[in-house]
Nanobody, 116 residues
Framework: QVQLVESGGGLVQPGGSLTLSCAASGSIFSFAAMAWYRQAPGKQREFVARMNNAGMRRYADSVKGRFTISRDNAKNTIYLQMNRLKPEDTAVYYC??????????WGQGTQVTVSS
């Protein structure tokens, strides 16, 4: 069925930028809502950013002004543009998509490491 495949993670220096992608495959053809979460070692998974199909966006205070969530419905892909990265942004990032049917899906996670 539907799977979310994440890419774009890696090692970046503090102050750098990185863009994560999350491509949905399967029978999903549109998104009702989408979001990004992250989980650092020893920490709970935390909310990062979300967007609904009305275009309303919300960000965690820790990333507001630095991260941008976006989508490309033609490609069934969501993105997280991350700028001015900090070491505390280091985590495994997970994408989330809610289908119009109400079903929801999670990506496998992609590691982002911010270090010099």
């Amino acid at each position: 069925q539907v799977q979310l495949v994440e890419s774009g993670g890696g090692l970046v220096q503090p102050g750098g930028s990185l863009t994560l992608s999350c491509a949905a495959s399967g029978s999903i053809f549109s998104f009702a809502a989408m979001a990004w979460y992250r989980q650092a070692p020893g920490k709970q998974r935390e909310f990062v950013a979300r967007m609904n199909n009305a275009g309303m966006r919300r960000y965690a205070d820790s990333v507001k002004g630095r991260f941008t969530i976006s989508r490309d419905n033609a490609k069934n892909t969501i993105y997280l543009q991350m700028n001015r990265l900090k070491p505390e942004d280091t985590a495994v990032y997970y994408c989330y998509i809610s289908a119009p049917s109400g079903a929801d899906y999670w990506g496998q996670g992609t590691q982002v490491t911010v270090s010099s």
